[in-house]
Nanobody, 120 residues
Framework: QVQLVESGGGLVQPGGSLRLSCAAS????????MGWYRQVPGKQRELVAY???????NYADAVKGRFTISRDNAKNTGYLQMNSLKPEDTGVYYC??????????????WGQGTQVIVSS
């Protein structure tokens, strides 16, 4: 059994910062890529950023230069540092992780989602 727990969302003013965390636990052998999607009502879920097991990163154009994704492999935790937030960053952020379990199964697991609201 594998679980991803997200934290760190909330309400912030434009120009502010938030840090999201995504902690994986359970029967984990290894974690490949980790990342975040965001969902805005009426729009398709979009990939915000991801990081590979080797530490390579990729960002959506809309967040480049403002968001930074990182991971702590010892803690099985990923982080999304969001700076210079804009109202259009508002949405529900879902983390994911591609995890190989101790049973040698590999699947993508999802967090429960965390709400980010950027508003004055």
């Amino acid at each position: 059994q594998v679980q991803l727990v997200e934290s760190g969302g909330g309400l912030v003013q434009p120009g502010g910062s938030l840090r999201l965390s995504c902690a994986a636990s359970g029967s984990i052998f290894s974690i490949n890529s980790m990342g975040w999607y965001r969902q805005v009502p009426g729009k398709q879920r979009e990939l915000v950023a991801y990081i590979t097991s080797a530490g390579s990163t990729n960002y959506a154009d809309a967040v480049k230069g403002r968001f930074t994704i990182s991971r702590d492999n010892a803690k099985n935790t990923g982080y999304l540092q969001m700076n210079s937030l804009k109202p259009e960053d508002t949405g529900v952020y879902y983390c994911y992780a591609a995890i190989r379990t101790n049973n040698d199964d590999t699947s993508r697991y999802w967090g429960q989602g965390t709400q980010v609201i950027v508003s004055s």
